[in-house]
């Protein structure tokens, strides 16, 4: 926390200067894509926050990090080794700045394979309930996409197969999913990929958000069932669309309970607290389904840094918190002179 007065001038949300009651404010800089930037910067967020002394300050990337600030905070998601340098420089030389998070535990996040490994480790089998990952097979960059089929018959992996691009950069086509309901049509997939069992869960999928120590639940539409006689039915491999992604919930919907009834609490917080701990990040959302038929068997198929928090359900106060909550905690381990 810096003094009044401290803060550089020349932030592009900078407007006046709000202190909190002790007269500290906090300074958020943000190197942020412009969508993201509107999609968690919302006003509402930003007035509350400056309420409570927190400022945001807009990073300018065409000037050496060194020389902006000083920051209390650095938010980020942008895409490129070149950011990553320099974030993780500044990180080494500036101690006494959080940086939400750490590049290389986000790096982690961009392959699909090293995302979920965690989970694999966790062994979550007796804890108000299961949770694994679908069984998947990752095809490399160097494999002849004609051999995909056989790599599959070999695993023995259940048909349909959901297939995702390895790599999660940012992009769209990171984004670009494909249901395969035979193994040979694969072959027309572009590798690196990831190649998972679908899971059916009832056309439903529970977004855990994870800002700190706080963990928001919600439900959001996914892809049906798909029966033995549907896949019997059709071949061939359809690109699908971002289905949870979509602004509507399925909080408020008339849904069967056995399918929309929360995960249990518990699992939830041990699930949170190892990953948050294991990942090294503190901003981050697991998609979460319920094999379909069955009350506490659960596979976690994505993680994602920095997800869309403006959908999150009182994302405002919750941010807020966290922010004070992290320069507070940093204040207090502080040695005394
Ligand atoms: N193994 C699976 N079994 C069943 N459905 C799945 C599986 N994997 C993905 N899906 C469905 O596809 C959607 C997109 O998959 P996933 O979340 O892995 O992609 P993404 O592009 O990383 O999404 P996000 O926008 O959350 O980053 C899921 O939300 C879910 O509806
Ligand atoms: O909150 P959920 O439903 O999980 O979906 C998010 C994706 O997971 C994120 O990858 C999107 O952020 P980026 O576009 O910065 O990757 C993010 O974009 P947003 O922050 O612009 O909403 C969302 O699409
Ligand atoms: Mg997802
Ligand atoms: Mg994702």
Known sequence: MRLNGEISSGGEEEEEETTTFSGQKVVVGYALTSKKKKSFLQPTFTTLARNKGIHFVAIDLNKPLPEQGPFDIILHKLSGEEWREIIEDYRQTHPEVTILDPPDAIQHLHNRQSMLENVVDLNLSDCHGKVDIPRQLIISKEEDPSSI???????????????????????????????????????????????????????????????????????????????????????????????????????????????????????????????????????????????????????????????????????????????????????????TT
């Open 149 to 335: 089929p056989y790599e599959v018959t070999k695993t023995g992996m259940k048909l349909p197969l959901v297939a995702k691009p390895l790599v999660v950069d940012g992009s769209a086509k990171a984004h670009e999913l494909f249901l395969a309901y035979d193994e040979f049509s694969l072959s027309e997939l572009e590798p690196p990929l990831v190649l998972q069992e679908f899971v059916n869960h009832g056309g439903l999928l529970f977004k855990i958000y994870i800002v700190g120590e706080t963990i928001k639940v919600v439900r959001r539409f996914s892809l049906p069932n798909i029966s033995k006689r549907e896949l019997s039915k059709f071949s061939g491999v359809f690109r699908f669309p971002r289905v949870s992604s979509a602004a509507a919930s399925a909080d408020d919907a008339d849904l069967d309970p056995s399918i929309a009834e929360h995960p249990p609490r518990p699992l939830l917080e041990m699930l949170a607290r190892e990953l948050r701990h294991r990942l090294g990040l503190r901003m981050f959302n697991i998609d979460m389904i319920r094999e379909y038929g069955t009350r506490d068997v659960f596979y976690v198929i994505d993680i994602n840094y920095f997800p869309g928090f403006g959908k999150m359900p009182d994302y405002e106060h919750i941010f807020t918190d966290f922010l004070l909550g992290l320069v507070q905690s940093k204040c207090k381990k502080k040695p």
